[in-house]
């Protein structure tokens, strides 16, 4: 089993609850096991979403799980601060609210306490 770094519930907004969730991976195979991991945990299982990023050595992987656009404002995050061999996961508890585009600023805002977590510098 892969460690996962788990940060939990990290913000919310308007009822939308946020977690923060990564692990380091080599291949596909690898993401989908962490995946099926972190669904163990049936609050993750039942989450609206679990979007996710990683940049591996034979290229950048991706996934909205219906949030549109969320995998790719990971990504690019991922790929600014240079983290490579590295899966991040945005879970997104639905609030009853919609969030406009602030959905995307609640996805940095995890992936930069995912990054600060770990120590690693990224910018914006």
């Known amino acids: 089993m892969t460690e996962l770094t788990q940060l939990g519930v ?11 969730t990564g692990a380091r991976v080599t291949s596909r195979a690898e993401i ?4 099926a991991q972190l669904k163990q945990d049936r609050a993750y299982a039942k989450a609206t979403h679990n979007t996710w990023a990683a ?12 949030e549109s656009g969320a995998g790719m404002v990971i990504l690019r995050m991922l790929e600014r601060a ?8 945005v879970t997104r508890w639905y609030g009853g609210k ?9 996805v940095q805002d995890s992936v930069r306490a995912y990054l ?4 690693v510098s990224h910018a914006g």
């Open 10 to 20: 990290i913000l919310t907004d308007r009822g939308s609850k946020y977690a923060v």
């Open 32 to 35: 989908d096991a962490v995946l």
């Open 55 to 66: 940049v591996l050595p034979t290229g950048a992987l991706k996934a909205d799980d219906g």
């Open 98 to 106: 919609k969030l406009g585009g602030d959905r995307f600023r609640r």
């Open 82 to 89: 240079g983290m490579q061999d590295h899966l991040v996961i």
């Open 116 to 119: 600060d977590h770990l120590g």
